[in-house]
């Protein structure tokens, strides 16, 4: 409707119009006419100083939100309006005027739009700075904190693993000597059987129970006799020891005789501590597995205590990571944040330029459409 409403009107303003020079024309009639210019090489024309005063007005409607048909539509009868006077327009010129001076505002509006919409793109990110400022500094305390929380949880692990190496010798320290023990023990068994069986060849040998064809046994009998004598006799009774040995029963001296009886007593004695040795080996059994257990007992405490430290320790390092990881993204929006600014601020002063342009275009209409004529054309037109 406004592109059959705006030819309707140029036809009416060719119609009542005086002829004016075309000093727009359509931008194909232009550029014709500028190439044929090049072409032929014809000396140009002096402008016209309405039409330089115009054409910064007719370009600045390009950027009108209108089809191309109306944008040169009204670039095609400003001229035909504007160059007559206020008082000289009749009601269609003085309808396109409106138009045109309703199209400029429209463009300075949405220059102002753009202006508002920069400034307040720039202040969001001015505050979205200052927010991410105050949650960097946030997130810095926190990871601190949390930083010194994992080192204390770190040096409280530590000291555990300290702690639980020295329960783990303790216990080692406490089975050994209890499985010790018991290899002294059952050494001490096997001693006592052996003598046992001594002591069953020492009968013998003592009472001469070998028979005469037994000679062989009856000497191997005395040497083991004699060995295991030699450990607990003195010098002078061991080197009587084989003479009285050897020697019948029944025809042994009285120094024979008390020899082979020390023997006995030495011998007896021998056995007693034996047998005392392997009674105490229940008792220091029973004490060693005691401290075995108390040793497991301590080891399993400062173990499970290990194991939680080691848990808290792992909670504190994960939380730690993840502050870590925050303050690190904060700090990468941060490290963005004077590009966008810049570009925000390069918008904002290409918004205000273009506003500022548009104000000097809408300034410049407005004197253009309250031109008046000279007073004494303006006489002459009212006696007419």
Do not use: Y
């Not at 200052?130 to 204390?152: C, I, Y």
């Not at 009774?237 to 040995?245: E, F, G, H, M, Q």
Request: glycine share 4%; with cysteine; hydrophobic share 40%.
């Amino acid at each position: 409707m406004l592109e059959g409403w705006l030819a309707q009107t140029i036809s009416l303003l060719r119609f009542s119009c005086a002829p004016l020079p075309d000093i727009m024309g359509k931008r194909a009639a232009q550029s014709a006419a500028a190439q044929q210019a090049k072409v032929a090489k014809v000396e140009e024309k002096p402008v016209d100083p309405f039409v330089q005063e115009l054409t910064p007005m007719l370009q600045h409607l390009e950027k009108a939100e209108l089809t191309e048909s109306s944008i040169e539509m009204l670039r095609s009868v400003a001229p035909f309006c504007l160059k007559a006077a206020q008082e000289a327009r009749h009601a269609f010129q003085q309808s396109m005027v409106d138009s045109i001076e309703t199209t400029l505002k429209g463009i300075q509006a949405k220059h102002e739009g753009s202006v508002t919409e920069a400034e307040n793109s720039l202040a969001d990110l001015t505050a979205k700075q200052e927010q991410q400022d105050l949650r960097l500094k946030e997130a810095t305390e926190h990871a601190e904190q949390s930083r010194t929380e994992f080192e204390s949880k770190a040096q409280t692990q530590t000291a555990l693993e300290a702690e639980t190496t020295q329960a783990s010798e303790a216990l080692k320290g406490a089975q050994d000597r209890e499985e010790e023990l018991a290899r002294e023990k059952a050494a001490t068994l096997k001693e006592q059987e052996a003598f046992e069986k001594f002591m069953v060849t020492f009968e013998a040998v003592k009472n001469g129970t070998f028979a005469g064809k037994e000679w062989r046994e009856r000497n191997k009998a005395i040497d083991e006799t004699l060995k295991v004598l030699a450990e607990l006799c003195d010098a002078s009774l061991k080197a009587s020891l084989p003479t009285a040995l050897r020697t019948k029963p029944a025809e042994r001296g009285r120094f024979s005789l008390k020899a082979i009886n020390f023997c006995e007593v030495a011998l007896a004695g021998r056995g007693e501590k034996m047998k005392e040795k392997i009674g105490s080996f229940d008792a220091e059994a029973a004490n060693r597995a005691q401290k075995s257990a108390e040793a497991k007992e301590a080891f399993d405490a400062i173990d499970a205590k290990l194991t939680g430290a080691k848990a808290e320790t792992a909670t504190a390092k994960e939380q730690l990571d993840s502050l870590m990881k925050q303050k690190t993204g904060i700090e990468e929006e941060i490290k963005v944040g004077p590009g966008l600014r810049q570009k925000c601020q390069e918008t904002l002063e290409k918004a205000q330029a273009e506003l500022l342009h548009s104000q000097g275009i809408l300034g410049k209409f407005d004197e253009m459409k309250n031109r008046t004529l000279p007073e004494e054309k303006a006489e002459a037109a009212a006696t007419s």
